[in-house]
């Protein structure tokens, strides 16, 4: 039967109590250097009762009875050196005015002894109770993964819970290796494994708020396969006392808000596609590129070539994918450039010898590139051109585009960019010899950089409000790690032409998913009916280019492959001399600097573009539109 907390304080009093004759029997063996002083014991046992009185009514006084042994530490500690003196101070007097013989130096060694004493009996008591949670099952084991200030803060927080014991630190900082805070050892986070078997450690949290969702998403997915449990702490959490800390932690991975069971088995099929190969990714530094990376690692490829336009997220990608190729045996390189360079990429092809083109790079947010046409469809689409020729003309054996569900009936450019880069990719397949070609397209992908994931949090982590375009918003959405396995699955499927769309489950309203994120923090939505609640969700209206509902393919029909969750789709394409046409306009267009010209161009080659939330100050984008409104795809 487990005591009440007034039993509890009772017990450490009277246990306070008991140190004082034994403080005092030690204080007379150092005082007269003897094991057994019984004739100074005998003069003075007269005090002992006395200055028990005096240790209860202070300790009593002080509060420290019921310091908790968790949270016996600094201030406690401080109030333990007050009791103390106040004993030897009173063991002074009463000596005094008692008359009894004792040297000045016995009522300092009293008050030292008991201090020592009692610190140490605490720790005792704490180390055994410890030991005893360790090997019970009433307690869950953690982790804290970061030693910055939120980890800190967690471990602090920690030792006011009954049922949440920390047990170590993990630290990417090699130097942190083999440090104590707070009576905690620091291991390093590669050495994760070890705390299973030395704590049974069942369940890590991620306390580095600032750390990027990429990097958390990877470092749950790894910490996941060990074993444990995954949990993050938002920033804003850190604001709250009490239990509110613990309540905040969420689960790490964006798989968990999903309303359907995520891809389970590994990389295990599809494969030989990949394997002893000499694969290209082109966007390897962002979040669909950087997954095909790490996914591509487990299929042995002979040598990986990341491919990029930004030199920080080139030289990420690279540090982390040497790590994994050390353990593989996998040749890196990397390439620094852009997609629609002819010459540079002709050059890296041919170069690294490259059978496997996975094409990932695009400019990919909506209202960016609708405020930057010119720039969007030159890299998206005629950046794409440039690739899969290149790709054709140097031998490659498969090319694969990562597209998106916005390139059917797209309203918005970053849509139609992406459509027009299929019918590129589309009229290849349909005269290359060596070279398969093929396209996959998905939804969103949770948690990818600038998607509704990264940004919700970042929200709910400053307090909010969490904004919404519309509470009407469906998308489709899919994690990252099982949207990058079926590209590779689907690309290994290919024999030419093929559009693959994979199964996204039933779409997603972005307000629900908000308001899930926000209870899975340990908030409330507040609102009309909650007036009280913690976080506000605030309605900005849609973008421009924004649709309310997603598709993710034209036709009907659809035919099955060797993977329930990938669908095999022939969509229509355009003749070969229909294509050089339009890509010679889109050149044209690019090339004058004019938005207008380039827009279209892209109306007239994609004709199920339809904009969305065209503003009155866009009169000539508004008469394309408007001319094209009656465009049907073609069967």
Avoid at 24 to 30: M, N
């Amino acid at each position: 039967m487990s005591l009440t907390r007034p039993q509890k304080s009772a017990l450490l009093l009277a246990f306070d109590l008991t140190l004082v004759p034994a403080t005092f029997f030690v204080a007379l063996q150092l005082q007269y250097s003897r094991v057994w002083p019984l004739l100074p014991l005998r003069a003075n046992w007269g005090l002992v009762p006395l200055l028990m009185a005096v240790a209860a009514v202070a300790i009593v006084l002080i509060g420290l009875h019921r310091v908790r042994l968790k949270q016996y530490q600094g201030q406690a500690i401080v109030q333990t050196v007050w009791v103390a003196a106040i004993l030897g101070v009173t063991s002074a007097l009463l000596a005094k005015f008692g008359d009894l013989r004792l040297p000045n130096g016995f009522h300092f060694i009293l008050a030292v002894i008991y201090f020592i004493g009692y610190v140490g009996a605490r720790q005792l008591m704490l180390s055994t109770l410890t030991q005893l949670y360790r090997r019970s099952h009433i307690v869950t084991r953690v982790a804290i993964y970061g030693t910055g200030r939120t980890g800190m803060a967690l471990a602090n927080e920690l030792r006011h819970s009954d049922d949440i014991m920390a047990y170590a630190f993990l630290d990417d900082n090699a130097s942190m290796e083999g440090m104590v805070l707070n009576g905690l050892p620091v291991y390093s986070g590669v050495h994760a494994a070890k705390l299973k078997e030395h704590f049974n450690v069942n369940r890590i949290i991620l306390a580095m708020p600032s750390l990027s969702l990429d990097k958390q998403t990877f470092l749950a997915t790894r910490l996941g396969d060990l074993g444990f449990e995954v949990q993050t702490l938002p920033a804003f959490a850190q604001i709250f006392g009490g239990d509110a800390l613990i309540s905040k932690l969420m689960p790490s991975t964006p798989a968990s808000l999903l309303a359907r069971d995520p891809l389970d088995q590994r990389m295990d099929t599809g494969c030989a596609a990949y394997r002893a190969a000499n694969v290209m990714i082109t966007g390897a530094g962002g979040s669909i590129g950087l997954e095909l990376c790490r996914q591509i690692m487990t299929c042995r490829p002979a040598r990986l070539i990341l491919f990029d336009i930004s030199e920080f997220a080139l030289y990420t990608a690279e540090a982390e994918m040497r790590v994994l190729a050390d353990t593989v045996g996998v040749e890196i390189v990397t390439v620094l450039g852009s997609i629609a360079d002819q010459q540079h990429v002709a050059q890296a092809l041919a170069r690294h010898d490259v059978d496997v083109v996975l094409h990932a790079a695009a400019y990919k947010h909506v209202p960016i590139v609708e405020a930057n046409a010119r720039v969007g469809l030159a890299n998206n689409s005629l950046g794409t051109a440039v690739l899969a020729r290149a790709a054709r003309d140097a031998g490659v054996k498969r090319f694969v585009l990562v597209s998106s569900d916005k390139a059917v009936r797209p309203g918005n450019l970053m849509g139609a960019s992406k459509r027009f880069a299929e019918l590129i990719v589309q009229d290849l397949a349909t005269r290359s010899e060596r070279t398969i070609f093929s396209i996959v397209r998905f939804g969103n992908v949770l948690g990818s950089s600038g998607s509704v994931i990264p940004k919700f949090r970042e929200q709910i982590a400053r307090g909010g409000p969490v904004t919404l375009t519309n509470e009407r918003v469906t998308r489709y959405f899919m994690t990252i790690e099982e949207a990058s396995r079926l590209v590779l699955l689907a690309g290994s499927f290919a024999e030419g032409g093929e559009v693959f769309v994979l199964d996204m489950g039933k779409p997603i309203r972005i307000g629900d998913l908000a308001r899930k994120m926000i209870e899975a923090a340990g908030y409330t939505v507040r609102d009309a009916a909650n007036p009280e609640g913690d976080i506000e969700i605030v309605t900005t209206g849609l973008r421009r280019g924004e649709k309310l509902h997603e598709e993710l393919s034209y036709r009907q029909g659809a035919q099955t492959t060797a993977h329930p969750k990938i669908i095999r789709v022939r969509e229509h394409h355009l003749s070969e001399i229909e294509m050089a046409a339009a890509l010679r306009s889109l050149r044209d267009a690019v090339e004058s600097g004019s938005d207008e010209a380039v827009i279209s161009v892209v109306a007239r080659t994609v004709r199920e573009y339809a904009p969305q939330g065209l503003p009155d100050s866009a009169p000539q984008m508004r008469a394309v539109a408007s001319r094209d409104a009656g465009d049907t795809p073609a069967e």
